[in-house]
């Protein structure tokens, strides 16, 4: 069967798997407040909305621990073609259900399938989709995702008007086309090459990446494949709690506590909740509830535009402050124009009561938080977590961070109608405390990642460990001798200071720049034949012409200047651990 490799043509493939990861999210909102549903299931009670609720986020943790083991032993295709094909045992026990215990059930079935599916698209396009591309491939499936919201709610809406339990049968059994579809496309889309590279078959994983990237002028030889995809080895879990992956594992999963403590999830899952407390009723309260699903497919075009484009760090900086105040502006609305009543409907977890001044503020604040999550914090927490773990990791790392975020969707998906009767508009007002604290955890601890290739970010980490341990050995020398701890150096990352740091460090120093520069020109043809030979893979032992700390200068300047066989190369590192990084032209 033909495959098909160019990156388009593959996002189109990533489309469909986002279908999957969004259509369930609102699959309840329309008929967790219908009366036909309510009476069918015999009035749920706040543990049991809460079940149904979460029972969706706690199969998602459980799909990514699945992953977790799965992913180094099935290819990433078989993958997407098992987690499919659970996704479409969920939808047939939601079509049977008989009570709400079954509704739980089908929606932590799905859920499994959602958890997995959302770490082997992040680790597929990882593998397949070059830095500069990363981004907008992200952008995608976040768009895809809040369409397939959107789309379900509409479904669910429509079939609605039958009042009765074949409006819920017929639209969850529609959820397993999306399913069907992925099954098909991956016989269309090639394995990832480190999958390749990870079993040892180095020649197809170098076939798979000359295909990807055809029209480029990139050569992928052995060497330069093991330093993208890093170390192909297999990552145990206690590797995830050692220097430098710590630290790196500690940002990502931060990052997918802020994105859940934002409370978006609570938002597009009770707000038709606060529609009722607002006073809205019928086709007002139905309509305004579908107005969040339409913002969030709107402001996630934005992403698409700049995402490649602007720095990580400073987007979901900037976004999760405006999600801190927004959201404490909606807790206090509510304290401010609401009252204390008796269960709205005759539902338990609605026991607060707007005035319609308050409640059109509340709802209108719910439509701004909705749209500033959607154009900021949507793509870019997921698109730095993916980028802040290394390759040899990102497996089981990628796994723990998305599993940790589910971990926190089922908590507060779980126990939002509970703190509804009990903290009422404090629920939104924690939530907003929250954020913020974790907003400035990541301005001054969290590094920016834009435009850095995973071996950038290896050596960054491995660099900070270093100057680290260092440190402390120093200053617990000086301490032995009673003396002053060292000064802080100034580490310019600055062309300028390379150079001069090159030289400085030499001792004796070298011939003169210019001296050395023309050794550079005269070895270039070893030099490429040390990198890039793309033939066999085999590096062979070349002679050096340099003395060490020549040869640490020489490459330093290569790194900066040199123009290889009409490509630029990012080589990272000096002397003979050089690498390089086929993927920074």
Request: proline share 5%; hydrophobic share 45%; with cysteine.
């Amino acid at each position: 069967m033909r495959k098909v490799y160019d990156l388009p043509r593959i996002s189109c493939f990533l489309v469909l798997v986002g279908l999957i990861l969004g259509i369930d999210i609102s699959s309840m909102a329309v008929f967790i407040s219908s009366d036909y549903f309510n009476e069918y299931f015999n009035h749920p009670n706040p543990f049991e909305q809460g079940m149904v609720s979460g029972a969706h986020p706690i199969g998602g943790l459980t799909g990514c621990i699945l992953f977790a083991y799965m992913g180094e032993r099935i290819s990433r295709l078989g993958c997407f073609r098992y987690f499919s094909f659970i996704w479409i045992v969920g939808c047939v026990i939601s079509v049977l259900v008989i009570d709400i215990y079954m509704v739980a059930i089908g929606r932590f079935v799905k859920g499994v399938s959602v958890g997995a599916l959302s770490v082997v698209v992040s680790v597929y396009l990882s593998e397949v989709f070059p830095p500069n591309r990363k981004g907008i491939a992200t952008a995608i499936i976040q768009l895809t995702l809040t369409f397939a919201i959107f789309l379900m709610y509409m479904i669910c809406w429509t079939f609605n008007r039958f009042n009765n339990h074949l409006a819920f049968r017929i639209s969850w059994g529609l959820e397993v086309l999306p399913a069907l579809a992925v099954i098909v496309g991956t016989f269309f889309i090639p394995e990832s090459p480190r999958w390749f590279v990870m079993k040892g078959q180095y020649n197809k994983g170098q076939e798979l990446l000359s295909r990807l990237n055809r029209g480029s002028k990139l050569e992928f030889n052995r060497q330069a494949i093991l330093n993208m995809y890093g170390n192909t080895a297999k990552a145990r879990f206690r590797d995830l709690i050692k220097p430098p992956y710590i630290n790196q594992m500690f940002m990502g999963i931060i990052i997918q506590t802020l994105v859940q403590f934002t409370g978006i999830n609570v938002v597009m899952y009770y707000l038709i909740y606060i529609c009722e407390m607002a006073g809205l009723e019928g086709k007002d309260k139905m309509n305004a509830a579908s107005v969040p699903y339409l913002l969030n497919i709107l402001f996630t075009f934005l992403p698409l535009n700049f995402l490649d484009r602007v720095q990580r760090k400073a987007l979901i900086i900037y976004g999760s402050f405006i999600l801190s105040i927004v959201m404490s502006l909606i807790g206090f609305t509510m304290w401010f124009y609401g009252t204390d009543v008796s269960p709205i409907n005759g539902n338990p977890a609605l026991v607060w009561k707007l005035d319609p001044r308050g409640g059109e503020m509340t709802i209108v604040l719910c439509f701004v938080f909705v749209s500033v999550f959607a154009s900021t914090l949507s793509c870019a927490g997921w698109l730095y977590t993916n980028e802040i773990l290394p390759s040899d990791i990102k497996t089981k790392g990628l796994s723990v961070c998305m599993g940790f975020s589910w971990v926190f969707n089922f908590s507060l998906t779980f126990l939002s109608p509970l703190m509804m009767s009990t903290l009422k508009w404090g629920t939104f007002l924690m939530f907003g405390t929250v954020t913020f604290l974790l907003t400035l955890v990541v301005w001054y601890n969290f590094p920016e990642t834009l435009g850095l290739s995973s071996q950038d970010i290896i050596d960054m980490f491995n660099e900070k460990s270093k100057k680290n341990i260092e440190h402390d050995d120093i200053s617990s020398e000086n301490k032995l001798k009673g003396k002053p701890p060292p000064i802080p150096q100034d580490h310019s990352s600055d062309t300028a200071d390379i150079i001069e740091r090159s030289y400085r460090s030499a001792a004796p120093p070298p011939e003169s720049i210019e001296e050395v520069q023309e050794k550079v020109r005269e070895n270039k043809t070893k030099q490429r034949d040390i990198y890039l030979d793309g033939q066999n893979g085999d590096l062979g032992e070349q002679k050096p012409v340099l003395s060490p700390s020549e040869e640490d200068t020489m490459i330093t300047l290569t790194a900066i200047s040199s123009d290889l066989s009409g490509m630029s190369v990012k080589v990272s590192g000096t002397g003979p651990e050089s690498r390089v990084d086929p993927y920074s032209v």
